[in-house]
């Protein structure tokens, strides 16, 4: 198929109901889904983060900091149309609430600056050419910002997406490019870096049809919800949910969905903490053309089936975190040690080639 077929085919399938289309948004038909189609692509964020903070400019001399992301969806008259997101620790934004213009095929954030005296801040941008990075850069800088300097916030989803990464950068008056700021890695409440469950295995919120990380009571019964929106949504008209659950349960029952693939690789951002073994294709067993041993022939012919690779590779990887995190955390020397161990025995596993490059870039330092 060629690369205009190809894009007629994706644009075809993410045309929204607005009338415009938007990259990287994944497909999911799961009974009772009322999720606005612009945000598909950024459903991985609802929910809460806790994450690490590091300055990238190089003039700041001080350690990172801690942050926590919590976000939710935004509700008008019972549907969902935008998220917000709260921040602590955060040095850039407190808060903010991102939505979609379908004329202008435009995202925007108006939020709050995290220094006192809160001050009003927006962003506006786009998904990037993958759909998987939206890109957010200050509107009216010049009136906010001293001297005219714009801000550039960027939030990319990790491996399975159970982490995701925002990238604050600026740029001054009199400057073309943008220039790194701070990077917050950040990973979501009760999930592991080693793996995270399938969209498709998770329960579904009953409110929006989305994967669901919550739960709410109600009358004794216990249901899904996504997000901190949902639940106070669900609060608001218990009753119309729960009959909207009996029979999501129905026309599931009566369908199988197909699990979604995850739009990210998890070597796509190894420094970020999240290698794990490179995924096996299976393939049928050929027939076998030995013939068949007899009872009284002996068996010291045996060759020992090799041990499996995935072992070393799994250990590797978890070692890999944790130097990792011993690096963003400060502990370089530690981390180098590390790192240099992962080579020496596990040298033919995927995380030793991140190993090998974490290491020429501190002796490169």
Known sequence: MSRNARTLV????????????????????SPGREIPTPFAPLEYLLGKWKGQAMPKDSAQSFRGWAESHAWAWTFLKGKP???SVAITGGKVLAEGKLTFDPTRKIYRLDGKTATPPLAPIAFEGTLDRTGKRLVLDQVDAGKTNRG???????????SNFIRYTMSIERKTADA????????????????????????????????TGGSATMTIAYQGRTFPICCSGCRDEFNENPEKYIKKASLITQAAGSKKSTPPTSAVSRFEDAFAGDVSEMPKKKTAKPPSTTPARSKDE???????????????????ASLLRIDQNLEKSGKV???LAGYKRIVKEFGDT???KIARERIKAIENR
């Open 81 to 83: 149309t935008g998220m």
């Open 10 to 29: 994706v644009s075809g399938i993410l045309t929204i109901v607005f009338g415009a289309s938007v990259p990287g948004a994944r497909a999911d038909d």
């Open 350 to 352: 995927p995380a030793a």
């Open 333 to 335: 020397q530690a981390a």
């Open 176 to 207: 073309v490019r943008f220039h790194p700021m701070t990077e917050v890695g950040l990973t979501k409440e009760g999930e592991s870096l080693a793996g995270g469950t399938s969209s498709s295995e998770q329960p579904k919120c009953i409110v």
């Open 148 to 158: 005219g300097e714009t801000l550039r916030i960027s939030l990319r989803p990790n």
């Open 298 to 316: 002996p068996k010291n012919d045996e060759t020992p089936a090799p041990p499996k690779a995935s072992a070393s590779a799994s250990r590797a």
